[in-house]
Every structure is written in structure tokens, then in C-alpha cells.
């Protein structure tokens, strides 16, 4: 009997793979082997001095997830010693598969009604005047997780009154149901990354597109009433013109965008998708010329820069503070420890 079923060749796809495509098609056959040494300018400081040991013990005291591990992003080191991490909330494990991300991908499992508490709880403590958080794609959830995205922004206003709120979101597929919940909440930056210019998303982003992400960001802008600064970002490295991307740009600043991050992609597993070619720092300053020039209030662009990297200085600070932090916070080695339990959560 079994000789008469058919045979099926199990064929693992990798994301730099995706749907088994071969991604040279797009991003050509001069792709950068998976071993090869990086440009100077990607040199950092290894990570481990104070404030670094003082977040590790936070975020393992709260059980919480940071984006700046989970994506193995190179600042760590540098973000860590300002003060600052990126919370991720939702879990850890993404329902997309972009060919970019190291964030791990699969059936997410994690529902914690207190997380949005926790992650307030540590922004209370670190003393932060500009908090970033991110969260993984929940397309298994009916809402997409956009309720926990407001439950945070309620636990950050209530335990840290005057700490500015940037959220960097997934696209909530488009819907504008979930997206009205989160900015009904005024958060004071709402972020949404469109990753790569349009013609890489089939390789890069699939099961996205880069028409539904400029609706999400034109409808944050318009839900948020004048209260909402919009920011989004991409990367460079896939083979994309500098052409390319100064229409990606004009594109995001016709949706009322204010804020512009760029950087370079760097691959993290042999399993992602190669680099095409590294962009010299001079392109990313010629970038951000051209970015400023058409309108934007802020342009980050450099080989290392993030979403989240120096976030607070992608906005005006009116709190007496340094970077990411209040005046008043405590100082390296002197971080609130949580005595006898948890410390009660504000009602
Ligand atoms: S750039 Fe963002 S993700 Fe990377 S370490 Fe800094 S805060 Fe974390």
C-alpha cells in the first residue's frame, strides 16, 4: 500500500529562502558570502560595564524580553550603558518569517496580562524620560495584541507620569480597529518600520506590503489628531538604489511622517538573507541631506543606526535629563531592587 503514496520531499526553508524562492532573483547573483569581514565602522565597545549588569538583572528580575537581545542588535553594549533598552512585549516568538530578522518565528504560546505592568514597573525604576517598546508580530491574536499595546501605555502613564512613550508596532494587518486602540491611548511616538524599499518586500517582508504599511502610518497621523509624531525606518544593504530609496522617503514624508531612521542590514545567521553590498557612512549623510530636505524634522541615518538607537534625541526633551534619562535617575549600581516580591503593581 505504501509503495502507492506519493513521495513528499520535506524541503526546510530557510528565511533566506523565503516560500523556497531562490532570493537572487531580486536581489541579484552579487551577494556577499555568509564569512566576510565587515567595513571599520562597524567596531563597537564590548558590552559589560555597570548600567549594562544593572539592565541584564532588571530584565531577568522582571521576566521581561528586549528587542536589543533578541535581535542581537550590535549597540547593545552602548544602548545598555546610556541607560535604555528597547522592551519587546507579547513574547518572543514572531507569527511572520522576515527574511531579515533574528527574532525567533513560530506559534506563539506567551499571553501574560501582567507584562504591560512589569514593563511599566522597569521604565519606573531605570528612571527614564524617553521609553521605546516593540513587540513581535501577534497575527494569531484577534486583536492582534493591540489591547496589551494600550494596557502599556496606561501602566507607562500611570507609574512613569512624565516618561515620553515611543511604540514601534507591527501593521496590525492594515486593520483599523486595533491601530484606533493604540493611539487612542496618545502614545507620544508611534512608530512603524517599513523595513526595505517596495521592491524588496516579496524576499524581504513576506506577507506584508509597503502600500498597507504607508495606510497604517497615514492613519496613525490622521487618529492621532495633531497629539502623535509618526516615525518610521528602513535599512540598506539588499541591493536597493540610493534612487530607491529617496522615493521610499518621499513616499513615507507624503504620509505626514516626521521622523526617518536608516541603517545597515547585517545578516545574522547564515540561514537570513545575504548583504548585497555595505553603504560607506558618506551615502547615509547624503541620505539624510536629501531626508532633511524634504520635510522631515529628524533624519538618523549611519551603518549602525536603528529604530530605537539614541531615540531620545529624535525628539525634543522638555525634562531636565541626560540621553534617555530623568535627572533624578538612579545612578550606575544603583538601580531600585525588588525587596520581599514584587513591588505592588499601581491599580
Ligand atoms: S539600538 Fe535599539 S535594539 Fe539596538 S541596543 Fe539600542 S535600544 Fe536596543
Not at 514601534?168 to 493604540?182: Q, S, Y
Request: glycine letters at 10%.
Amino acid at each position: 500500500m505504501s509503495d502507492l503514496l506519493p513521495v513528499r520531499v520535506h524541503k526546510t526553508r530557510s528565511r533566506a529562502t523565503p516560500g523556497g524562492m531562490d532570493p537572487k532573483q531580486i536581489l541579484g547573483d552579487r551577494v556577499l558570502p555568509f564569512k566576510h569581514r565587515k567595513p571599520p565602522w562597524f567596531k563597537v565597545p564590548a558590552p559589560g560595564g555597570q548600567r549594562y549588569r544593572d539592565l541584564s538583572g532588571l530584565i531577568g528580575d522582571e521576566n521581561l524580553h528586549t528587542v536589543c537581545q533578541e535581535a542581537a542588535c550590535p549597540n547593545i553594549g552602548e544602548c545598555w550603558e546610556r541607560g535604555t533598552a528597547t522592551f519587546m512585549i507579547l513574547g518572543d516568538t514572531c507569527t511572520r518569517r522576515c527574511g531579515f530578522c533574528h527574532v525567533s518565528t513560530g506559534k506563539p504560546t506567551w499571553n501574560d496580562p501582567l507584562e504591560p505592568a512589569r514593563v511599566a514597573r522597569s521604565i519606573a525604576r531605570m528612571g527614564l524620560r524617553h521609553a521605546v517598546i516593540t513587540s513581535v508580530d501577534r497575527d494569531d491574536l484577534p486583536d492582534y495584541g493591540s489591547g496589551v499595546w494600550a494596557a502599556l501605555v496606561r501602566q507607562i502613564r500611570r507609574q512613569a507620569p512624565d516618561c515620553k512613550i515611543e511604540l514601534l508596532t507591527p501593521d496590525f494587518r492594515g486593520e483599523e480597529m486595533p491601530l484606533a486602540k493604540v493611539i487612542a491611548e496618545r502614545p507620544d511616538v508611534f512608530n512603524h518600520n517599513v523595513e526595505v524599499v517596495p521592491r524588496l518586500y516579496p524576499v524581504a517582508r513576506r506577507g506584508s506590503t509597503f502600500e498597507r504599511s504607508l495606510r497604517v502610518l497615514r492613519n496613525a497621523r490622521e487618529m492621532g489628531e495633531g497629539d502623535v509624531v509618526t516615525k518610521s525606518g528602513l535599512m540598506v544593504g539588499l541591493g536597493e538604489s540610493f534612487e530607491e530609496m529617496i522615493d521610499a522617503l518621499g513616499q513615507l514624508r507624503d504620509q505626514g511622517v516626521s521622523i526617518i531612521t536608516v541603517g545597515q542590514y547585517l545578516r545574522p545567521t547564515e540561514n537570513h538573507l545575504p548583504i548585497v553590498r555595505y553603504w560607506h557612512p558618506e551615502e547615509f549623510k547624503q541620505l539624510e541631506e536629501r531626508g532633511m530636505a524634504m520635510g522631515f524634522s529628524h533624519v538618523a541615518a549611519g551603518p549602525l543606526v536603528r529604530s530605537s538607537y539614541h531615540a531620545d534625541q529624535h525628539v525634543p526633551q522638555p525634562d531636565d535629563g541626560q540621553g534617555p534619562l530623568r535627572a533624578d535617575a538612579p545612578a550606575p549600581g544603583a538601580l531600585p531592587v525588588l525587596q520581599n516580591g514584587p513591588i505592588p503593581v499601581a491599580a
